[in-house]
């Protein structure tokens, strides 16, 4: 999910200042590359990781102790694994489903247009001099092409065939239909994305420039061309895969054959687009080391018989990820802090200290509070912090816990007793 939402945001950024900086650029091959560069990089940019940065966020997070239950009556303290705690479909599960829903269908949208092209493209075709294919038909077809095969009404043909098949002749030799393809995957996979739909929008966009420009290159009439296709944009059938004649741009088509050539040095805007990609690779450097910074290294289970005879079976675990400093807090140590007696003893001590209080109890109020500390290097804790509130007396308890703890045996790195940064989840439940 951290993926998709980092591509995407690259993807807007980009896009954003293509629109504003490079669309009115008659140097539509470098355009066209332009935003094939950008699908490729937002593709890419989320998997970009460079250390140090998000550090901060790791820094904060300091090592895991899992989340601990407060209920409001018997049993009092339960401590729980994230894994134990979740049951049934979760949000991120329904978005996940709706995701790959949306993913599947456009996909087979894409299968069908794709389908289409190639059994309308298999009609009894000849062969032009340059190698593409043309394939006239009977129906009422705008002209478009898909791949090396171009398709055409036999109307079209006797009125304004030269035009046309040079027009798709230069989708032929471009490549275009790759493009497309291209554009309709990425699109697919983020079918939720505005930014992917406009830039496949501004790809056909360019793509029918290159065209016109090679149609003009040719020496044919300007004011003929544009006369044919004010006609052509009157038929609107074609396979959604293919590069068409009559696409809906023909206002832009027209205003871009009337405008002069841009200056060489218009290629240049295209530097603005650097302090977008920088803070994108910012933004996916700090998701990333926040999300993979935590791996599992040991899970404890202890059991509990309370004074009524119940017994509770719950789990500590110790969640640690790569090493950090930063001259002062430790994240994880070669050693360690130990809590007197152990991760039993630690729960014991929660288990016994955690009280749900009374107000809280009877306005029904209940969440989740994330408290920090640090086990300082003569094992006493120091600097608790509630980092997410939920309500004044649920935050003070969490606080009066964990403040209230004994001195810990204090963390060694390197056989040096440093400071470690501890946070602990306080699930308050009705």
Not at 48 to 69: N, P
Not at 254 to 264: A, D, G, L, Q, R
Not at 347 to 375: D, H, M, S, W
Request: hydrophobic share 45%; with cysteine; proline share 4%.
């Amino acid at each position: 999910m951290t993926y998709l939402i980092v591509s995407a945001l690259s993807l807007a950024m980009m896009l954003m200042i293509y629109r504003v900086a490079m669309t009115r650029s008659t140097y539509h091959g470098f355009n066209r590359f332009v935003l094939l560069a950008s699908l490729a990089l937002a593709a890419i940019i989320p998997l970009v990781h460079f250390e140090g940065i998000g550090e901060r966020a790791a820094r904060t997070a300091g090592v895991l102790i899992d989340e601990i239950t407060v209920y409001a009556g018997v049993p009092e303290f339960t401590a729980q694994t994230a894994a134990a705690s979740t049951g049934g479909m979760g949000v991120m599960d329904l978005l996940a489903i709706v995701y790959l829903a949306g993913v599947v269908f456009f996909l087979i949208r894409i299968a069908v247009g794709t389908v289409r092209s190639e059994i309308i493209c298999h009609g009894r075709a000849r062969t032009l001099p340059d190698g593409s294919r043309l394939v006239l038909t009977d129906k009422n077809y705008a002209p478009f092409s898909w791949r090396k095969t171009i398709v055409m009404s036999r109307t079209d043909f006797e009125e304004n065939g030269d035009v046309i098949i040079t027009h798709e002749q230069a989708h032929v030799h471009l490549h275009h239909s790759a493009d497309v393809m291209i554009a309709q995957l990425f699109c697919a996979i983020q079918w939720f994305n505005p930014a992917a739909w406009m830039l496949k929008r501004n790809l056909l966009e360019v793509h029918e420039f290159e065209a016109d420009a090679a149609v003009l290159g040719y020496g044919y009439d300007s004011t003929r061309y544009q006369i044919c296709l004010l006609r052509c944009a009157l038929q609107t059938r074609y396979p959604v895969s293919s590069n068409s004649f009559a696409h809906c741009f023909t206002k832009k088509r027209i205003v871009m054959i009337k405008t002069t050539n841009s200056n060489p040095w218009v290629r240049l805007r295209v530097l603005l687009m650097l302090p977008a990609l920088a803070f994108s690779v910012i933004v996916s450097s700090a998701c990333k080391s926040d999300i993979s910074e935590p791996e599992v290294q040991d899970v404890t289970k202890i059991s509990i018989v309370d004074e009524s005879g119940n017994k509770e079976t719950a789990e500590v675990t110790w969640n640690v990820s790569t090493p950090k400093e930063d001259g002062e807090v430790f994240m994880v140590v070669e050693d360690m802090p130990e809590f007197p007696g152990g991760t039993e003893a630690l729960l014991e001590y929660l288990r016994a200290n955690f009280k749900y209080p009374e107000r809280c109890k009877q306005e029904k109020i209940q969440g989740r509070v994330l408290v920090t500390f640090v086990v300082n290097t003569d094992g006493s804790v120091c600097d608790p912090e509630v980092v997410k509130s939920v309500d004044p007396e649920l935050d003070a308890e969490a606080l009066r816990v964990i403040s209230a703890m004994p001195a810990w045996k204090p963390g060694k790195q390197k056989g040096k007793e440093v400071r470690v940064k501890y946070t602990v989840p306080v699930n308050f439940r009705l």
